[in-house]
């Protein structure tokens, strides 16, 4: 009979511990649902979250007192309610009490301090979730902690006069993050995010942030727990569309579309279509005439710096052409949908056209019929087809104002763009 009643505890006390393992589950069953359920209606979505939050409280509450009796048992029922509760898009102070009940009970509670900081973070104060999420990472290194100091630091720098050096402190959080887990595809899919915003943030000229956020969404995308982030598709398309890999940028965007229909993603390939339509258009349209032989003619006697070779862009190489120079006259504006880049045709002196694309320079500085020379251009030759539609195109790029010179003059300070544009991509 002893022997019996042996079995018997063990097999209460393993059911007590089963009981916090359904729980956790469900909370985390909670988090997967918000984060790769996208239905067309996101009424469905919303329904869903709240019936599998209400059993899962029902599942919690389930949890007999005398399991949640030690200071550790109490806060790690505290936490997984305010857990619960916080799924939700909006501020929950109910969460947010019993989420700092937990800390208070279990200051080491680390997954406890995520759910505090996301949740006052929701409220609005940034500045108390920031300290929230310092106050975690006092207790010890977590690169989850990590990735959303690194997400609120973004939210943080809109609108500062600092924001530049805040997004560098979510880079380089972000680059923490990774540093505890290499293999983490959220952590590199986070830097991904802050290198691409600080392109945007500093005006949308760094080129070099554009390829090291590819090269992050790129590692993101090698763990297979990040193949149900739409956002993922969404940002990497993004980057692919500013770095004018359009066909990689179209796909991207289908994809993300698919994933979740609720992102602006076919609106983004419609844009994109409309632009890539509208340059070969041009192009076609503005095939030598005699205009072009009138422009053309005035760049032959343009002087030119000893140090850069003259070249048309027949002559120019796949990539960066450094100490060349490609003399042009610009032929009209292209006035598209986005803020940037900024699109030209442009006539060498050879009267061939190609698409200049620049970054970096305000608006109302390149005008039509003005002389530009293009240093160190970086020459791409567009060539793909997409639904049947094939795009062949000649491009310049221009990620630098020093790399302009108009009529002759370089450009000055006051023409360059280094404040914050908009853009549209999760941070």
Known sequence: MSNYGEVNKEEERGGREDIWVKVEGAADDLY??????????????????????????????SIHPEQRRTPMQRAMHEYLKGKILDVVPDYNKEAEDHLSKAVKLNPYLADAWLCLGNCIWKKGDLASARNCFNLALSKGPNKRI?????????????????????????????????????????????????CLTSFFMTGAWDHSRLLQSLKA???????ERMKENPDLYYNCATVNKYLENYERALSGFEAAALKDPALNSIDEVRKMVNLLEKLE??????????????????????NLNSSYKRATIDLLSEGLNKAVAVLGKVVLIV??????????????????????????????????GDQLTLLDPCYHYVDFSWKEKS???????????????????????????????YAQHKP
Request: net charge neutral.
């Open 32 to 61: 997967r649902i918000r984060d790769s359920y996208f239905p067309a209606n996101p009424l469905d979505k919303v329904s869903k979250l709240q019936h599998e939050s209400d059993l899962a409280l029902k599942l919690l509450d």
């Open 146 to 194: 990590l990735c959303q100091l690194s997400m609120l630091e973004r939210s943080m720098a809109q609108g500062v006069d600092n924001q530049a050096e805040i997004v560098e402190e979510s880079i380089r959080h972000a680059k923490e993050a990774i540093s505890l887990d290499v293999k983490d595809g959220n952590s590199w899919y986070n830097l991904g995010n802050a």
């Open 217 to 223: 969404y790129q590692n993101a995308e090698k763990d």
């Open 281 to 302: 258009n041009l192009l076609r349209g503005h095939a030598r005439g005699k205009r072009l032989a009138s422009l053309a003619s005035s760049l032959a006697a343009v």
């Open 335 to 368: 006035k598209h949908e986005n803020v940037t880049p900024l699109y030209y045709l442009v006539c060498d002196s050879s009267q061939l056209c190609f698409v200049l694309s620049v970054y970096g320079i305000r608006n109302d500085v390149i005008k039509e």
């Open 391 to 421: 795009y062949k195109f000649k491009s310049i790029r221009v990620d630098f104002s020093e790399q302009v010179l108009l009529n002759g003059k370089a450009l000055s300070p006051h023409q360059a763009i280094r404040t914050s544009i």
